[in-house]
């Protein structure tokens, strides 16, 4: 395909396609040709907050290599704290032998996933094959095989009380914005075998409340937390999650587009689109994800 790259586009009018991450204010508005917007992620919380976004369907990436690696990184998260890595790194800093930490294994733990879509649902049967209790939290209502589902704001505190270890995949939307807050955060099981309960948050950084995340943590409502995004990104440098012996941070790399599988993705639905066939994965405006 003849690709231009901005701001070396030519003529405007001879673009029907744009592929964009975080693109400029303007960049996308006076094409008059523009038929789709492809995100080159998951997400389109910051492709949906542009100013002049023009009105063509915004198609966001769905693809099996960006959801396997986000299941790699909730499994590698879940196990991290389950099994207690962060300790034993400590302890093998200071050289030190300590062979009995309460090992509780996969099935006396319970992960609950907030956001059981596309990343949600791949993650909770991986993990359920682990061994774990697995619960789902979503808008709509789901039945997945061997995973108890929950629906909506009034069956939130129910999920919550059921989890161990909280795993948030969650769209940052007008709805989710804020809500990994302190109360929320002080509803999670207080019952469990793991010392307290465990947030990871993989989805975006304006779904949590950073400085509610470390209240939580001093006052022993959260025992640990894995983040990948953040309020501001890059976490700035001033930030105390940097130094807290319980929060691993990510530079939100949880699951990156791989570049290949991005131009094989939209080379397909370009193909079907001009073959008269309905694009894929469009996103609901009104919705935000
Ligand atoms: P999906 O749209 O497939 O899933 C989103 C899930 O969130 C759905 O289950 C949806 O419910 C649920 N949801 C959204 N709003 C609400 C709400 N108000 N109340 C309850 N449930 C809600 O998205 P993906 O699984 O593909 O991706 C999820 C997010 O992961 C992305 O939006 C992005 O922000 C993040 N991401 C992060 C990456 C990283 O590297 N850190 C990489 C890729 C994605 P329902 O099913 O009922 O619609
Ligand atoms: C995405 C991301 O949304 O990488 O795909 O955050």
């Known amino acids: 395909m003849d690709v231009r790259l901005w701001p070396e586009t030519g003529k405007e009018s001879d673009i029907r396609y744009a592929l964009v991450w975080k693109p400029p204010e303007g960049a996308l508005k006076d094409l008059p040709n523009l038929e789709v917007i492809f995100s080159i992620g998951a997400g389109v919380d910051h492709v949906l907050g542009q100013a002049d976004l023009p009105d063509v369907p915004l198609v966001r990436f769905v693809d099996p290599n960006l959801t396997m690696r986000m299941t790699e990184y909730v499994c590698l998260h879940v196990l991290l704290h389950h099994r207690r890595m962060p300790d034993y790194m400590q302890l093998q800093n200071k050289r030190t032998w300590k062979e009995?930490?309460?090992?509780?294994?996969?099935?006396?733990?319970?992960?609950?996933?907030?956001?059981?879509?596309?990343?949600?649902?791949?993650?909770?049967?991986?993990?359920?094959?682990?061994?774990?209790?697995?619960?789902?939290?979503?808008?709509?209502?789901?039945?997945?095989?061997?995973?108890?589902?929950?629906?909506?704001?009034?069956?939130?505190?129910?999920?919550?009380?059921?989890?161990?270890?909280?795993?948030?995949?969650?769209?940052?939307?007008?709805?989710?914005?804020?809500m990994l807050n302190r109360s929320l955060l002080a509803k999670l099981a207080k019952d469990g075998r793991l010392p307290g309960p465990v947030l990871i948050n993989a989805g975006r950084g304006k779904v949590q409340k950073e400085a509610d995340i470390l209240a939580a943590l001093d006052a022993d409502d959260l025992w640990a937390a894995s983040l990948d995004v953040f309020e501001e990104e890059p976490l700035p440098a001033s930030s105390p999650l940097w130094d807290h012996s319980r929060v691993v941070i990510t530079p939100h790399n949880a699951s990156v587009s791989d570049y290949k599988a991005v131009c094989r993705y939209v080379l397909d639905q370009i193909a079907q689109h001009e073959r008269g066939e309905p694009l894929r994965n469009i996103v609901d405006a009104k919705k935000g994800y």
């Open 100 to 178: 009995f930490w309460p090992q509780p294994s996969a099935e006396e733990i319970r992960v609950g996933i907030l956001g059981l879509g596309v990343l949600g649902q791949d993650a909770a049967e991986k993990l359920k094959a682990l061994g774990y209790q697995i619960a789902g939290w979503s808008r709509s209502e789901k039945s997945v095989t061997g995973i108890e589902t929950f629906a909506g704001d009034d069956n939130l505190d129910a999920f919550l009380g059921r989890t161990d270890i909280l795993v948030c995949l969650l769209p940052h939307t007008p709805e989710t914005e804020g």
